[in-house]
């Protein structure tokens, strides 16, 4: 006779003994099998705190800059992704989307508060004005603007945002934000959701900010900037890339290159990059790499 166990008999999980379950008892063994995946996770270590950067700086994510995350868009032109939709995205990076779609004024939005938050470690919450925060991004201050933060803060805290790293760890959370709002004084409570400040820690870059305040109202420069600010060396690219990683709604490449041509121009005036040329279907750019950008190229050729 083998030497089993009776079903009746008790097992052991973790150290400690379950209680006799009935195999005809489906809602028990499945229990007893979420308890063991449970068992075999692999655990998470938390997050022990947001990094810091100089005044004159707004540091995101590496995977919001790029991707198609907060696209370069205008507010009239966003749509809603009424199922998990996979955006654009560089390889290496996986954005899986559910919700109204973002763009670059969101992402100032969140920038801001990250921001307000970066001395801080997550769990905690920053408090602040609205007109505070319009004033920092330069808005005016009236009641529409109010309505437009009001609007911004719903959609950050509303849309379902999964991000795979390298095909290995997916983080994915219902918003960027979850937020009190006092109605007489405006006066906003914000906490910041752990699954987004992860990004960081799969890199993230340095925005300048005064150069994005002069792009106030362009959204595809925006997210030109944001995308160039976080390559130390940009390669060259293919107008199609771009047009999807950007989250165009252009419909044809030969309007949205014209689009990209004058947002590039853009940035050659405000000095994000030094020129760029664009040929048939492929775009090259030259830009001067920040000190820390510049410290990174000669560590990865010696290295």
């Known amino acids: 006779m083998k030497n089993c166990r009776a079903p009746s008999e008790p097992s052991e999980m973790n150290g400690q003994h379950s209680a006799p379950i009935n195999p005809n008892d489906l809602s028990a063994r499945f229990e007893q099998l979420v308890k063991r ?25 590496n995977a919001c800059l790029r991707s198609a995350l907060f696209a370069g868009v205008q507010g009239k032109e966003r749509i809603a992704y009424k199922k998990r939709t996979l955006l654009a995205s560089v390889d290496g990076i996986e954005v899986r989307f559910l919700g109204i779609q973002l763009i670059q004024s969101d992402l100032d939005v969140w920038m801001q508060i990250v921001h307000l938050s970066r001395q801080q470690l997550p769990g905690f919450s920053v408090t602040f004005s609205a007109h505070a925060l319009l004033t920092a991004l330069g808005k ?18 509303g849309a379902f945002v999964e991000i795979t790293f390298q095909g290995r760890d997916s983080f994915g ?12 004084t405006q006066r906003y409570i914000v906490e910041l959701t752990e699954s987004m400040l992860r990004l960081f820690e799969d890199g993230y870059t340095h925005i300048q900010f005064e150069q994005r305040h002069k792009l106030r109202k362009q959204p595809l420069a925006l997210w030109l900037h944001g995308f160039l600010s976080s390559h130390a060396s940009p390669y060259p690219l293919k107008v199609d890339t771009l047009h999807r990683l950007s989250g165009s709604s252009t419909t044809h490449l030969r309007d949205f290159k014209l689009r990209l041509r004058k947002a590039l121009e853009a940035l050659v005036v405000i000095g994000a990059i030094e020129s760029f040329s664009i040929a048939e279907d492929s775009v090259k750019i030259k830009k001067s790499p920040t000190p820390s950008q510049q410290r990174h190229l000669i560590s990865k050729q010696q290295g």
């Not at 959370?173 to 007489?184: I, M, Q, S, V």
């Open 37 to 61: 995946k449970k068992a075999q996770l692999r655990v998470v270590e938390p997050l022990m705190a947001i990094p810091n950067w100089p005044t004159t700086m707004r540091g995101t994510p």
């Open 140 to 157: 005016g201050t009236g009641k529409s603007q109010h309505e437009w933060l009001k609007e911004s803060m719903a959609r950050l805290g």
């Open 173 to 184: 959370e219902k918003g960027f934000l979850r937020y009190y709002r006092d109605e007489t």
